[in-house]
């Protein structure tokens, strides 16, 4: 049976997935509900615009679509189709697409999928998701006791997928590059500014909290009954 403080720090864990996020809505660690009323971003804005979310239910479809992965399975498709095929051939193949509208997903897989673990770009859709329960929660489309269920789905399948915290990282980066098919050279800087702070941060959680923490089994859904 976990103890309190354990149960907090796993929690804490849990939203730190989305300190990339957080980071650039300008939210200080430890990325509490007041450290993000201080940042002043809206929520509420940025859940409509992104994902048209604006309730409850329209949070816990988002949620299933990020565990299901958004955009993980189109590049570990593209990832496999790759895989049949020597480096060199993989080079001239992208080199000869350079004018495809889809030219960026498919540098961004050939770039990375040599790097990357099993799990792919799952570390984007993850984190993205752990910051938008925290919006939700600030616009109360979600209670804490749901915003903790949600985070700790969301951690189970972070900390089973990845290594370390650079190694989420890069998977983070990879997974926003192949999204946006911006490999841009001041793409790339804005990506590891981003990173920066979470990775060397003096107060960063992700230099605080060791990768390898245990976290409890997460409790069933609040939607789980609903759905037989």
């Known amino acids: 049976m976990m103890d309190a403080y354990d149960y907090r720090r796993a929690l804490d864990w849990a939203v730190a997935l989305g300190a990339p996020l957080l980071t650039r809505y300008g939210v200080n660690p430890p990325y509490t509900p007041a ?28 949620a299933e679509r990020m565990w299901s992965g958004v955009h993980n399975p189109g590049f570990q498709h593209t990832r496999l189709l790759f895989s049949g095929m020597t480096l060199d051939q993989r080079r001239h193949y992208v080199d000869g697409v350079r004018e495809h509208e889809r030219y960026g997903e498919w540098y961004a897989v050939h770039l990375y999928m040599d790097r990357l673990p099993p799990a792919g770009i799952a570390a984007w859709d993850l984190g993205q998701l752990a910051f938008y329960l925290r919006c939700a929660r600030l616009e109360e ?33 990879a997974g926003r590059q192949f999204a946006a ?10 990506d590891a500014e981003t990173l920066r702070v979470p990775l060397i941060g003096e107060s960063s959680p992700w230099r605080e909290l060791e990768w390898e923490i245990d976290l409890p089994e997460p409790p069933e859904l609040p939607w789980a009954s609903e759905h037989p």
Do not use: N, Q
């Not at 700790?152 to 890069?170: E, G, Q």
């Not at 098919?181 to 001041?186: A, G, I, N, P, Y």
């Open 35 to 62: 450290a993000c009323r201080a940042a002043e971003f809206d929520p509420g804005k940025l859940l409509e615009e992104t994902w048209g979310v604006t309730d409850i239910e329209g949070v816990r479809h988002l």
């Open 141 to 173: 489309y979600i209670g804490e006791e749901e915003e903790e269920i949600c985070l700790l789905h969301t951690a189970v399948r972070a900390r089973f997928s990845y290594r370390s915290w650079p190694d989420y990282a890069i998977a983070y980066m």
């Open 181 to 190: 098919r911006d490999l841009s050279e001041e793409g790339s800087k804005i």
